[in-house]
């Protein structure tokens, strides 16, 4: 098994990988990843969208971001709708867990 180590937007993420093939008892390798998910995921948020959805994953309103970040709440909204679109999401919490899926927060 092989372990590699990727940075995206300052995130260190290091995957471990399998073979590729499937065990002869048909199981699935939990620690397979499939790549082409991985390599979707890096550069899909702007640095700025990645901390904006840190801290909603964290569960800061919109107006705690904005005073965290120094930018007008209105700025904070258009990062979460732009996060929503890419992450095909329409919540905070899908939003959360799939960039921590993808490896986009930790």
Sequence with gaps: MSHQ???ANGIRTE???GSGRAPADGA???TAVDQRQFDHSVGLLSARECRVLLEISRGASNKQVARL?????STVRTHVENIFRK???STRAAAA???WTLGLIS
């Design 97 to 99: 867990l799939k960039g």
């Design 5 to 7: 180590r990727f940075e």
């Design 28 to 30: 699935v390798d939990p």
């Design 69 to 73: 970040l120094e930018i007008s709440p």
């Design 15 to 17: 995957v471990s990988r």
């Design 87 to 89: 992450l095909d999401c």
